[in-house]
C-alpha cells in the first residue's frame, strides 16, 4: 500500500523577492561597469590631450642650428682699435653674418638673392656674436666657425614639418633657399641643439628667439602675491565664521553672499580691478601685483569655503579635550583645531591656486596682455603669465609657433604638479588620524 503511494514533492518557485534581489544585484553590477566606463573613457580623452599636447610640443626644447665661419673683421668692429665696450656692443654684427653667408654662396649675387640667403639665418644672430664679443675681445681680427640659430622656417624645414614637395609659392622657403640649405646639410654644419633659449628668454615676434622665462618669472610673482593675500585672510575668515562668529542673520548673509562669489564669472573680477585697482588706485598695469590681488578675489571664496569645512570636520571631541584642561577658546582653535584642519585648508588653497594658475581673461582686463620682452624684476615691473602668453602665441602665423605653444603648455602643466607635489608633502606633513 505504502508503495501506491505516490510522494508528493513540492516544486519550490523562487518568489518575488528573490527576483528583486537579483534584479538589484545586476542593476548594481551595470552601475559599476558604468562607472569604470566613465573613468576610462576619461583617462582615454587625458592621455588623447597630453599625446596631442607633447606630440606638437616637444620639438619646440629642440633648435635647428647652423655653422657659419666668420670673419671678425677689426676695421668693421673697433676700427680705432680701442676695445670699448661700448664701441664693441654698438658694432655692426649682422654685417659680419651677411658677409660670411656671401663668401660661402658667393652665386648669391641678386639683392633679391642675397636677401634670401641671410633669411636661412635668424635674425639674433648678431646678438649672440655681441655677447662672443663683448666677453672675449681677442676673437676681434680672427675667423672662427660659429653656431648660429637657424630661422623658423628653416627649423621647420629640417624637423620635417614643411613639405618640400609642394609648389615654390605655397612654402616659406624657395628652391634656392633649400638648395642652400641643402648644401650647408651635405657639408655637415647644420645640426639640432637643445633650445636653451626657449626656458631662458622672453616673448619675441621671431619664434626662434622666443622664450617662457619671462612669463614662467611673472607667472611665479603673480601666484606668491595671491597666495601671500589669501591664505592668511582666507583661513582666519574661516575661523571666525566657523568658531566665534554668532549665528544671526547677518553672518548668513555673509556666508551666502561668499558662497554666491566662488560662482561669479572671473571676468567680473577682472572689470573689478580695471575699475577699482587700476582706475581709481592707480597701480601699474600688467604688474603682478595687480594680477595677484584680482586673481586673489578669485581665489578667496574657495579658501574660506574649503577651510570651513576642514574646521567642521574636526571632532568636538578635540574642542571638549582642550577645554577641559583649561584653554581658552582661541588656543583651542590655534593650538589643536586648526592643526589638524591643516590638510583640508591645503587642499582648498591648491584648488584655488590651481584655478587661478589657469585664469586668463581677467589678466587680459588689466592689461596683462601686453608685448613683454623683458623678464620681470619685482612686483611692479610690467610682466605676463604663461596663459596669456598661450593665448597670444596661440593667436600668432607663424608655425614654429604651434609647437612653441604647446611646449608653453606643458611648462604650465609642469609648473601645476609642481603645486599640486608641494600641497601633497604639506599635507602628509600636518594629516593626523583619529
Not at 13 to 22: M, Q
Not at 79 to 106: C, E, H, I, M, S
Not at 114 to 122: D, H
Amino acid at each position: 500500500m505504502t508503495d501506491s503511494i505516490a510522494l508528493k514533492v513540492p516544486i519550490r518557485r523562487p518568489d518575488l523577492s528573490e527576483k528583486r534581489l537579483r534584479r538589484r544585484y545586476a542593476a548594481e553590477r551595470r552601475f559599476r561597469l558604468y562607472g569604470l566606463g566613465a573613468i576610462g573613457l576619461a583617462v582615454l580623452m587625458l592621455g588623447i590631450l597630453l599625446v596631442s599636447i607633447i606630440g606638437k610640443g616637444y620639438g619646440a626644447f629642440v633648435q635647428t642650428e647652423i655653422a657659419i665661419d666668420i670673419q671678425f673683421d677689426a676695421a668693421a668692429i673697433d676700427p680705432a682699435g680701442t676695445r670699448d665696450p661700448a664701441t664693441l656692443a654698438n658694432a655692426d654684427y649682422a654685417k659680419l653674418v651677411k658677409a660670411a653667408l656671401q663668401a660661402r654662396f658667393p652665386e648669391a649675387s641678386s639683392r633679391q638673392d642675397k636677401r634670401a640667403l641671410n633669411e636661412l639665418i635668424s635674425s639674433g644672430a648678431a646678438q649672440t656674436l655681441r655677447k662672443m664679443v663683448t666677453a672675449d675681445p681677442s676673437v676681434i681680427g680672427t675667423s672662427k666657425t660659429v653656431w648660429l640659430t637657424a630661422d623658423d622656417n628653416v627649423d621647420m624645414l629640417y624637423k620635417g614639418k614643411m613639405p618640400r614637395d609642394i609648389g615654390q609659392a605655397e612654402r616659406q622657403l624657395n628652391d634656392r633657399q633649400i638648395h642652400w640649405f641643402d648644401a650647408l646639410a651635405a657639408d655637415g654644419r647644420v645640426k639640432k641643439a637643445f633650445n636653451t633659449t626657449f626656458l631662458t628668454a622672453g616673448d619675441s615676434r621671431e619664434p626662434e628667439q622666443a622664450g617662457v622665462w619671462g612669463a614662467l618669472v611673472g607667472t611665479i610673482l603673480t601666484m606668491l602675491t595671491t597666495l601671500a593675500m589669501t591664505l592668511p585672510l582666507g583661513i582666519a575668515t574661516a575661523i571666525y565664521l566657523e568658531e566665534f562668529a554668532p549665528k544671526n542673520r547677518w553672518t548668513d548673509l555673509i556666508e551666502v553672499n561668499i558662497n554666491n562669489l566662488a560662482a561669479v564669472p572671473s571676468i567680473v573680477f577682472g572689470l573689478l580691478g580695471l575699475a577699482v585697482f587700476l582706475g581709481f588706485f592707480g597701480l601699474p598695469r600688467s604688474a603682478p601685483l595687480v594680477g595677484g590681488m584680482v586673481l586673489a578675489l578669485i581665489v578667496l571664496p574657495t579658501i574660506i569655503i574649503a577651510g570651513r569645512s576642514a574646521l567642521k570636520a574636526v571632532p568636538p571631541s578635540i574642542r571638549e579635550a582642550a577645554l577641559g584642561v583649561g584653554a581658552s577658546p582661541l588656543q583651542v582653535v590655534v593650538h589643536h583645531v586648526l592643526p589638524l584642519a591643516m590638510p583640508g585648508v591645503l587642499t582648498g588653497t591648491i584648488i584655488g591656486m590651481a584655478h587661478a594658475l589657469g585664469e586668463t581673461a581677467p589678466l587680459l582686463m588689466i592689461g596683462m596682455v601686453a608685448f613683454i620682452v623683458d623678464i620681470p624684476h619685482g612686483l611692479t615691473d610690467a610682466a605676463t603669465v604663461l596663459p596669456v602668453q598661450i593665448y597670444l602665441w596661440a593667436d600668432s602665423p607663424e608655425r614654429a609657433f604651434v609647437e612653441r605653444t604647446s611646449a608653453a603648455i606643458m611648462v604650465l602643466l609642469a609648473v601645476l604638479m609642481a603645486m599640486n607635489a608641494v600641497a601633497v608633502l604639506l599635507r602628509r606633513r600636518f594629516e593626523r588620524r583619529w
